[in-house]
């Protein structure tokens, strides 16, 4: 059974950096696309960035382009988003997810994925 697990969130002040760590077992995450979400209390989960099966894609949102990237370590089998130059308005909880693929496809909706982890609170102060 595929568990993911994330870790890294905490309070940053504005302009700081978070790396988001998303550790995956029951499954190698080499043969899976990743992505990361973000959900604040009322709204819908909302994509930030995704990365292919391949590992040779990424995307992102536009509200986080030049500021977050994805990357992932096969031999620790986690995926990482890390986040530069933090606003407020990105705070919220951030889930990972993952799906059985290959090649160079990203998925960015949330009817995509099969496997999330339980989330974790990143807070920006202004």
């Known amino acids: 059974q595929v568990q993911l697990v994330e870790s890294g969130g905490g309070l940053v002040q504005a302009g700081g950096s978070l790396r988001l760590s998303c550790a995956a077992s029951?499954?190698?995450?080499?043969?899976?696309?990743a992505s990361w979400f973000r959900q604040t209390p009322g709204q819908e989960r909302e994509f930030v960035a995704a990365?292919?099966?391949?590992?040779?894609?990424?995307t992102y949102a536009d509200s986080v382009k030049g500021r977050f990237t994805i990357s992932r370590d096969n031999a620790k089998n986690t995926t990482y988003l890390q986040m530069n130059g933090l606003k407020p308005e990105d705070t919220a909880v951030y889930y990972c997810?993952?799906?059985?693929?290959?090649?160079?496809?990203?998925?960015?909706?949330?009817?995509?994925?099969?496997?999330w982890g339980q989330g974790t609170q990143v807070t920006v102060s202004s």
């Open positions: 990365l292919s099966g391949s590992g040779g894609s990424t």
């Open positions: 997810a993952a799906r059985r693929a290959f090649g160079m496809i990203v998925f960015a909706t949330v009817r995509e994925y099969d496997y």
């Open positions: 029951g499954c190698t995450i080499d043969s899976h696309a």
